[in-house]
């Protein structure tokens, strides 16, 4: 399993949407991405408004805020193991 959060520096609730999901995922094996719009015209063309977007993988799961109880359910245990 893979989560990938895609926002850009200076983002604040791009940095809260970061540290919810690594709290969220800790010690569950979970891999974690950060990939910014800024490196990636693709990602900003497709994503610039919504930042940030938080996937699990590879499919979007939320955006702007992470919803923890709909996040936990959908990463089950994470224990890629």
Do not use: Q
Request: glycine share 6%; proline share 4%; hydrophobic share 40%.
């Amino acid at each position: 399993m893979k989560v990938t959060i895609i926002g850009k520096p200076g983002c604040h609730l791009c940095d809260v949407a970061e540290n919810t999901v690594r709290d969220l995922i800790a010690e569950r094996g979970i891999e974690f991405e950060k990939l910014s719009i800024l490196d990636d015209p693709k990602l900003a063309a497709r994503y610039s408004e919504e930042i940030p977007v938080i996937m699990i993988d590879d499919k979007v799961h939320d955006i702007f805020r992470v919803d923890e109880k709909r996040f936990l359910a959908a990463i089950g245990n994470g224990s890629t193991r």
